[in-house]
């Protein structure tokens, strides 16, 4: 059974610090891994889609790694701001061709002004 | 960008009642539907998938006849939660897609409180 893990549960930095957050997954059978940003009444926002290892993405102050060798993804704030401040979720199909996606509990992230 | 609204965004319904929560892609045609369930402090949980006009697969342990899904046209899936207990509630959030390679939209979820 696939289990996607988030750390940290959550994180309050000031604003204008840098952070990052980790997802972990099997590194067997991996097929691709989505990012989400999910801000508290709002619909969850799709960041990223990463398939390959080594992949890097950015959008923004926002960039995310893949390693799927060992198994996880990173995702980076450069100089956060009270409006990232969100749930930040991650997750990844079982097997390939599935809709089933299998998600992380998420990090969620305060930043202070 | 797609957009999908889910209504409502919160409901108090007493225990015994039954409660309908809509799903709709303003801007595509969602060919597949998702309903997902929330506890507290966890992950987002599959409970079925639909597609238009064909009946919902539903995933392990989730009980059909308690939770139950329409998806009659190709912007519009309901979930209704029959015979509502305490135990049901929970956050429900529906995500949508017009097929495979198109990325999944969801909506901005909904808050059941069973009294």
């Known amino acids: 059974i696939l289990n996607v893990e988030q750390s940290p549960q959550s994180l309050h930095v000031q604003e204008g610090d840098s952070t990052n957050f980790t997802c972990s997954f099997p590194s067997s059978n991996f097929y691709a891994l989505h990012w989400y940003r999910w801000e508290t009444a709002k619909s969850p926002e799709a960041l990223f889609v990463m398939t390959l290892n080594g992949d890097e993405k950015k959008k923004g102050r926002i960039s995310a790694t893949l390693n799927t060798k060992e198994g996880y993804s990173y995702l980076y704030i450069k100089g956060s701001q009270p409006e990232d401040s969100a749930t930040y979720l991650c997750a990844s199909p079982p097997t390939s061709g599935t809709y089933k996606y299998i998600f992380g509990t998420g990090t969620r992230l305060k930043v202070l002004a | 960008g797609a957009v999908v609204s889910q209504h409502p965004s919160r409901v108090i319904c007493k225990s015994g009642t039954s409660v309908k929560i809509e799903c709709r892609s303003l801007?595509?045609?969602?060919?597949?539907m998702f309903w997902y369930r929330q506890f507290p402090k966890k992950s987002l949980m599959l409970m079925a998938t639909?597609?238009?006009?064909?009946?919902?697969t539903y995933e392990q342990g989730v009980e059909k006849d308690k939770f139950l899904i329409n998806h009659a046209s190709l912007t519009l899936s309901t979930l209704t939660v029959t015979s509502a207990h305490p135990e049901d509630s929970s956050f429900y959030i529906c995500s949508a897609t017009q097929g495979w390679g198109y990325g999944y939209t969801f909506g901005s979820g909904t808050r059941l409180t069973v009294v």
């Open positions: 801007d595509f045609q969602a060919t597949t």
């Open positions: 639909s597609n238009e006009g064909s009946k919902a």
